[in-house]
C-alpha cells in the first residue's frame, strides 16, 4: 500500500515539483495539494494522508498553526516541514507544533524522499545541524554519563533514532516488548532527555560529534 502525501505550499511551480518527486516514487502517492493552511487541515480531516508535506509561509494559516492543528487530531498524519525558513526559532517552533522534520527547499530530491519515509515509520529528521540547536532550546542537558549506556541499549537507541517502534525494536532484537519499554526507559533517564524524540536528536548528535 503507498503512503499518501499532501504536499501544502502557496507557490505552484514548486508544489507541483514535489507532486512530480511523489509520483515518480513507487511507495508514494498524491493524496492532495494546497495552498493555505486552512485548505490543508480540511484536506487532513478529509481523511486519506499520511504525511503532509507542509511550508511555513501559506496564506489565511501558518504552515506552524495547521501542523498544530494536524498534530492535535486522535491519529494525525506525520508532518514534514519543508521550507526555506532556516533560524533556530523557527526550527523549534515547528517541532513544538507537531512536526516530525524538517528540511529546507534546496535538499535533494533523494533526501525528500528519504525524509518522507522516516517520518512515515515513525521517526525525526532534521537537517545537519539541527539536532544540536533543538536540543539546546529544549532545555536537555548532555548528559554527564554517556558511557552508562550498555550495549544493548545503544542497539535499542539506534533502531529507535532510525524510526522503529517498541514492537519492531522488540522483533529485531529477538526482545519481549516489555523488555523494549524498560529499555527505552533506561536510556530516556540516562541520556536525561524528556522522550523519545529528543532521544533520537541526542542519537543523531553523536553520530555527527
Given at each position: 500500500?503507498?503512503?499518501?502525501?499532501?504536499?501544502?505550499?502557496?507557490?505552484?511551480?514548486?508544489r507541483?515539483?514535489?507532486?512530480?518527486?511523489?509520483?515518480?516514487?513507487?511507495?508514494?502517492?498524491?493524496?492532495?495539494?494546497a495552498?493555505?493552511?486552512?485548505?490543508?487541515?480540511?484536506?487532513?480531516?478529509?481523511?486519506?494522508?499520511?504525511?503532509?508535506?507542509?511550508?511555513?509561509n501559506?496564506?489565511?494559516?501558518?504552515?506552524?498553526?495547521a501542523?498544530?492543528?494536524?498534530?492535535?487530531?486522535?491519529?494525525?498524519?506525520?508532518?514534514?516541514?519543508?521550507?526555506?525558513?532556516?533560524?533556530?526559532?523557527?526550527?523549534?517552533?515547528?517541532?513544538?507544533?507537531?512536526?516530525?522534520?524538517?528540511?529546507?527547499?534546496?535538499?535533494?530530491?533523494?533526501?525528500?524522499?528519504?525524509a518522507?519515509?522516516?517520518?512515515?515509520?515513525?521517526?525525526?529528521?532534521?537537517?545537519?545541524?539541527?539536532?544540536?540547536?533543538?536540543?539546546?532550546h529544549s532545555?536537555?542537558?548532555?548528559?554527564?554519563?554517556?558511557?552508562?549506556?550498555?550495549?544493548?541499549?545503544?542497539?535499542?537507541?539506534?533502531?529507535l533514532?532510525?524510526?522503529?517502534?517498541?514492537?519492531?525494536?522488540?522483533?529485531?532484537l529477538?526482545?519481549?516488548?516489555?523488555?523494549?519499554?524498560?529499555?527505552?526507559?533506561n536510556?530516556?533517564?540516562?541520556?536525561q532527555?524528556?522522550?523519545?524524540?529528543?532521544?533520537?536528536?541526542?542519537?543523531q548528535?553523536?553520530?555527527?560529534?
Amino acid at each position: 500500500m503507498s503512503t499518501r502525501v499532501l504536499i501544502v505550499d502557496d507557490h505552484p511551480p514548486y508544489r507541483d515539483a514535489l507532486a512530480r518527486l511523489v509520483e515518480s516514487l513507487p511507495d508514494l502517492e498524491v493524496a492532495g495539494l494546497a495552498g493555505d493552511g486552512e485548505e490543508a487541515v480540511a484536506k487532513v480531516l478529509a481523511g486519506g494522508v499520511d504525511v503532509v508535506l507542509m511550508d511555513i509561509n501559506l496564506p489565511l494559516l501558518s504552515g506552524l498553526d495547521a501542523a498544530a492543528r494536524i498534530a492535535a487530531l486522535p491519529e494525525p498524519p506525520a508532518v514534514l516541514v519543508v521550507t526555506m525558513v532556516d533560524d533556530d526559532d523557527t526550527v523549534v517552533a515547528a517541532m513544538r507544533a507537531g512536526a516530525r522534520g524538517y528540511v529546507l527547499k534546496g535538499a535533494s530530491s533523494e533526501e525528500v524522499a528519504a525524509a518522507m519515509r522516516t517520518v512515515m515509520a515513525g521517526g525525526a529528521v532534521f537537517g545537519a545541524g539541527v539536532a544540536a540547536r533543538l536540543l539546546a532550546h529544549s532545555g536537555a542537558p548532555e548528559p554527564r554519563n554517556r558511557a552508562e549506556l550498555t550495549a544493548r541499549e545503544r542497539e535499542v537507541l539506534g533502531l529507535l533514532a532510525e524510526g522503529s517502534t517498541n514492537k519492531q525494536i522488540a522483533l529485531a532484537l529477538g526482545l519481549s516488548l516489555k523488555t523494549v519499554q524498560n529499555y527505552v526507559s533506561n536510556i530516556l533517564e540516562k541520556l536525561q532527555v524528556a522522550d523519545r524524540t529528543q532521544a533520537a536528536l541526542r542519537a543523531q548528535q553523536n553520530r555527527r560529534s
